[in-house]
Each structure stands twice: as C-alpha cells, then as structure tokens.
C-alpha cells in the first residue's frame, strides 16, 4: 500500500470556483495527500491561517481580475512550492509562471491524468510540466536556446540548477554556499548573457533545459 511521506502531504488549493476547487480535494484525497486549506484569490490565500503549513499549493493562474504568477513569487518569499494547473497552454504563460518560481505546470485538460504525479515531483524538488505544457515550451526553447561557453564552472552550474526549476536559496544549500554566493554568480551570468534580470536569466535556464542544451 502506497503512503504519502510525512513532509510531502499538504496542499494548498486556490482557485476562484469552490466546485473545482471540492473535486481536486477528492482527486488529491484518494492519492493520500492532505488539503490543509484552500481559499478563492491572492489575500485569501496569504491571510489564511492554514497557509503556513502547506507543503506545496496549486494554483490556477486565472483568479478571477488577479494574476496568479504575482502570487507564485508571495508564496515562494514562505518556503511553498508551487503548481500551476491553468487553461493556458502558451509557452509564453509557462515560461513567465515558472520564472516567478513555480516548479510545474499542468494544463487544465490534463488535469485528471497528470495532477497526482505533477505534486509528487514537485514536492521532490523536480521541474514538472505536463506534455502539453511541455511540448509548445520545448518547440520555442529549440529556437531560442544558446550554448554559453563563457560561463565558469560555479556558474554553469547554478545555471543548470535554475534550469530544474530550483530557488536561489535552494541552489545555496546544495553547493554548499551562501546565498548571496548564489545571487552573485547569478548577477554575473546575467551581465555576460546580456540577459535584463533574473527572471529573464532562469526563463532562459529552463529554455536550455527543455532543449537539450543543458
């Protein structure tokens, strides 16, 4: 019998219709993950009293006159990961929700197919993309990706550890480094990449990714 790990079973819901939000609680429930808290928009989500002890949340990127990519960064700040699960299948849309710091992206039609496995590899640490999601990001990766063979060592990489979808902080802890190590190999690549920021420089990371590159 299949038993979720302690630290890897609880969900915070956001979406802005309560019925979907009652029948992801169902799918999630009979996979052995605990729902801690769910709630219809940004503050709801960041008021909740529940949000704190949420492992991960899924979050629809359409909540109602709000953009949820603003609140992946929010929810990022607290040491949650995230999962977008949205109608939009636009690379243009999965590039900017994972260069806010999501760790998947599920599109809507495969929801049913795909949500369970999506949670567990995000909850693993792992860049998880649904194939639709996947599949138009990759095409547009292709065209855009580079090689970068001016990068040193250290910098390829924490570029390779963006590319997976991991926060600065993350990256620190991994390379045994402090973060502001991290933040400065970062505004390094930044400047030899010609790149405008750091948003630019992880879309570009998980572009290499996708595309083989890295």
Do not use: W
């Amino acid at each position: 019998m299949h038993s979720e790990p302690r630290f890897a079973s609880r969900v915070f819901l956001v979406d802005d219709h309560p019925l979907v939000r009652q029948g992801l609680t169902v799918v999630l429930s009979q996979a052995g993950f605990t729902v801690c808290g769910e709630a219809g928009n940004g503050s709801e989500t960041l008021g909740h009293p529940q949000l704190a002890s949420a492992d991960v949340a899924i979050l629809d990127l359409a909540l109602g006159e709000e953009n949820g990519v603003e609140l992946i960064a929010a929810l990022r700040e607290r040491g949650i990961r995230v999962l977008i699960y949205s109608m939009h299948e636009e690379p243009s849309r999965v590039t900017a929700a994972l260069a806010a710091g999501a760790g998947g992206y599920v599109t809507k039609r495969e929801v049913g197919l795909y949500l369970v496995e999506a949670v567990r590899g995000v909850l693993a640490g792992k860049l998880y993309l649904s194939p639709r999601a996947a599949t138009g990001l990759a095409r547009k990766a292709t065209k855009s990706s580079v090689d970068h063979p001016h990068l040193s060592d250290q910098q390829r990489h924490v570029y390779h550890l963006l590319g997976e979808g991991s926060s600065a902080d993350e990256i620190a802890a991994k390379m045994h480094v402090s973060s502001r190590t991290v933040e400065s190999y970062c505004a390094r690549m930044i400047e030899k990449l010609g790149l405008t920021g750091m948003k630019e420089l992880r879309r570009q990371a998980i572009a290499d990714r996708l595309s083989g590159t890295l």
